[in-house]
Structures are given as C-alpha cells and as structure tokens.
C-alpha cells in the first residue's frame, strides 16, 4: 500500500512567520510530489510540485524535495490569514503520470 | 473560460437509491478523473478516463459503483444501490493528457447517504 503521511495539525502560526508543512513518502519510485491548497468546503487547487531534489520557490511558496529521505515539504513565508487552508500532499505512485496518492492533509490557521 | 462543472452540488438521498453524479470537463481537456473524499481515507482516485476510455478502474470500491463517459465533455458516476459509507465529496478533475501538473478539480458533490 503505497502511502503519503502528513501531520494532521492543526498548525498555528502568527501573521508574517514561515508556515512549514512537512510530508513522507513510502513509495520509492514516486517521481512527482505536489502540494494541493483545499479551502474549507471547496475543491483542492495545485500550488507547487517538484520534481528534483533540492528547493523550488514559487513567490511565497517553496517545496523543497529530499527523495533519499522520502521527505518533502512546503515553506510558505510571510503568513497571510488567506494562507489559513488545509494543504494536502500528493504523489505520482506506481510509477504513473497521472494516479496520485494523496496525504490527508494538514490544516493550517495564521493567526492575525 | 469555464472550468471543471459539476451537478448536482449537494445531494441527500436513502439508503437504497440510485445516485447518479455528472461532470463537464474543461473544453480541450482529453483526461476525467473521479475522486472520492472522506474525513477516514482522505481523496482518493475512483476512476481515470483517457479520451472517452476507462484506463485505471482500480479505485473503484466495489460493483455498486459504475462510471461512463459516452462523449469528450460528459462523465456520470452511478452509485446502486447507495449505503451510508458512501457519504462523502465527489470531485470530478480533467487533465491536459492525464498528467496530474494540469489536473484541475470541479467544485465537488457533496453526498449525503441516510
């Protein structure tokens, strides 16, 4: 059974901080990692993925990918109470382009 | 420019029923996806269409569940006959040639199974 975990949360973080969302992996062979925003009551929005090990910065936002570890994660500075979300973690799994096995998400409040 | 359109949003029915949920891909994009999400088991894939043709069923929980998608802009999930543990979130996705980089979701039916 391939699986994403995350840390449920929630996690709390101030106005302004550095919100940092973490994610393993237990499929060796995944190639592909996403992070998927999800407001309350809607649908899940794609914000980053990587593919390489190392960081990739996006505005705000940076995933930063170790597959060595099975560990990848998402900075997101300058904390704004609209970042305040559930943010799931999804893997390509069985070595596909296109099936992702998804972490049940961490939701995160940034307090103003 | 349209994106992902589902019906109906919000659906309650009886143990028992049949449930029928409909999607619109965005015009162009030759990928559907079915997902399922639940507070248990998180989002998980039902069913992913390429061109019209199923090619990943394996998410399907069991024979009471059916997906079609008889043309390029139209996909139902059926649900016979509907039990409680179906209660959940529906999204519908579409994809630029399946890769999950472009895969946008609709805005998801809630189901509601008494």
């Known amino acids: 059974q391939k699986e994403v975990e995350q840390n449920s949360g929630p996690l709390s973080v101030p106005e302004g901080a550095i919100a940092s969302l973490n994610c393993t992996y237990s499929?060796?062979?995944?190639?592909?990692f996403f992070w998927y925003r999800q407001y309350s009551g809607k649908s899940p929005e794609l914000i980053m993925f990587?593919?390489?090990?190392g960081d990739k910065e996006d505005g705000r936002f940076t995933a930063q990918l170790n597959k060595a570890s099975q560990y990848v994660s998402l900075l997101i500075r300058d904390s704004q109470p609209s970042d305040s979300a559930t943010y799931l973690c999804a893997v390509n799994s069985g070595g596909s382009n296109y099936k992702l096995t998804f972490g049940k998400g961490t939701l995160l409040t940034v307090n103003p | 420019d349209a994106g992902v359109i589902q019906s109906p949003r919000h659906e309650v029915t009886e143990m028992g029923q049949e449930v029928t949920l409909r999607c619109k891909p965005i015009?162009?994009?030759?990928?559907l996806f079915w997902y399922r999400q639940t507070m248990m088991r998180g989002l998980e894939l039902l069913i992913y269409?390429?061109?019209?043709?199923?090619?990943?069923d394996s998410g399907m929980p069991e024979d009471r569940f059916s997906a079609k998608m008889p043309n390029a802009s139209f996909s139902t999930l059926k649900i016979q006959p509907s039990e409680p543990r179906d209660s959940a979130v529906y999204f519908c996705a579409s994809s630029l040639s399946g890769r999950s980089e472009t895969q946008y979701f609709g805005p998801g039916t809630r189901l509601l199974v008494l």
């Open positions: 990587i593919y390489s090990n």
């Open positions: 015009s162009g994009h030759n990928s």
């Open positions: 499929d060796r062979g995944s190639q592909s």
């Open positions: 269409f390429n061109n019209n043709v199923p090619i990943d």
